[in-house]
């Protein structure tokens, strides 16, 4: 017998444009719709015209009606798994499921889009070549305090965590006096709705920021790395940035970046040429 699909499929964060093709598609075709809160995604449904059965996977009854929806699959139904919000399984009901899947070696596959974790970490100009998500912050100071005590003098990445709006200013107090007052922070706020607010700055300003009226709405609080490097310009921004902004000669300009890089001359002087070469093939 045909086995069914599992799609774990990712819903709008706030703005329903947000949602993709594949996922409106996917919605419509699979059998049944498992999702955290039935009502909620209703208006979901209602918006985009799916009729497709919703049945409810919640945090609470994640075992037994994860056993009810791999015998679905099993009898060749396909099963889609949405949250309230954002992608299945990121501090969302899915683990077990995927699990479960996984050692039923039922085919399952994701259908992806936004996620408030990594739309929050794009746009907060703090660096993510490198960053961990560590979920929801704990409710309580003690604890709180011990997950920002670890985020100390060697943390080199970025660290991103949801956190609920009524805690945001204990949670920034905290960081305060775990990290002090200087350390760069970025938190967003109700991304992709109407009042979304990005603000980037030290714990601090923070706090003075915030502090000014009741927090509303979602939040993403993230936690610089303790030394921010500045955003590195290339070698070939550099030789054009000189060209555009200084009377340097060709040979000036090449010594100058070349200290800069810690290249040697010839390196750079053959950069210049492979622009000089570029700019003509573009304007020839
Ligand atoms: N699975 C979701 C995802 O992929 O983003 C996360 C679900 S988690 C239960 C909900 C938390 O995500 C919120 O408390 C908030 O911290 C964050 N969040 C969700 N939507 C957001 C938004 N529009 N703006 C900022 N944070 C958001």
Do not use: W
Not at 276 to 281: N, W
């Amino acid at each position: 017998m045909v086995v069914g699909t599992l799609y774990l499929v990712a819903t709008p964060i706030g703005n329903l444009e947000d949602i993709t093709l594949r996922a409106l598609r996917v919605l419509k075709e699979v059998d049944l719709v498992a999702a955290e809160d039935t009502r909620h995604s209703r208006k979901l449904f209602n918006h985009f015209g799916i009729t497709t059965p919703l049945t409810s996977f919640f945090q609470h009854n994640e075992a037994a009606k994860g056993e009810r929806l791999i015998e679905l699959l099993r009898q060749g139904k396909s099963v889609a798994l949405i949250s309230d919000a954002g992608t299945p399984a990121i501090s969302d009901p899915g683990y077990l499921l995927v699990c479960r899947c996984r050692e039923e070696e039922l085919p399952l596959t994701a259908i992806p889009g936004p996620s408030a974790v990594v739309t929050a970490l794009s746009l907060s100009g703090l660096p993510v070549a490198r960053f961990a998500f560590d979920g929801f912050l704990p409710a309580k100071s003690g604890a709180r305090r011990e997950v920002f005590a670890g985020l100390d003098s060697e943390c080199q990445r970025t660290v991103a965590f949801y956190e609920a709006p009524h805690r945001l200013l204990a949670a920034l107090q905290d960081l305060r006096s775990e990290l002090g007052d200087d350390r760069q922070i970025a938190v967003a706020r109700e991304l992709t709705k109407m009042h979304e607010e990005l603000f980037r700055g030290t714990v601090a300003a923070a706090l003075e920021h915030f502090g000014q009226n009741r927090v509303r709405g979602e939040i993403v609080l993230m936690v610089a790395p303790t030394v921010v490097a500045p955003p590195q310009e290339t070698v070939r921004e550099a030789i054009l940035r000189l060209q555009a902004d200084t009377d340097l000669s060709r040979r000036e300009v090449v010594k100058q970046v070349a200290r800069q890089f810690g290249l040697s001359g010839s390196e750079v002087y053959k950069e210049s040429l492979d622009l000089d070469e570029e700019m003509e093939g573009k304007n020839g």
